[in-house]
């Protein structure tokens, strides 16, 4: 795949249900109050596979910038994105 760069991997990607973006309060391992979370302008990416199991794929406080990850990620991985980052108490599926 093109959007993703590496010498070896050691795993290949699980078989992914689809990718999910999403608002989130923290940035990987800096603590936070839950307060924190609506002024919050980190996002991530994540890869939905086993129903339930997310992988992180990539994180930014630049939504417009993730978007357009998302949406090259969907492409080459052939998966509906899902989109809680924009407004996470209306959920929607994106239409790639």
Known sequence: ??????????????KGD???LFKTSYVKCESCSVDDFESS?????????????KLIIHESSNLKELSQWALDAAKALKLRIRDSASDRRNPKWITI
């Not at 070896?8 to 990607?13: E, I």
């Open 41 to 53: 302008r980190t996002f991530q990416l994540s890869l939905v596979y086993n129903k339930n199991r």
């Open 18 to 20: 689809y990718l999910l």
């Open 1 to 14: 795949m093109g959007f993703i760069k590496s010498k070896s991997a050691c795993k290949s990607l699980p």
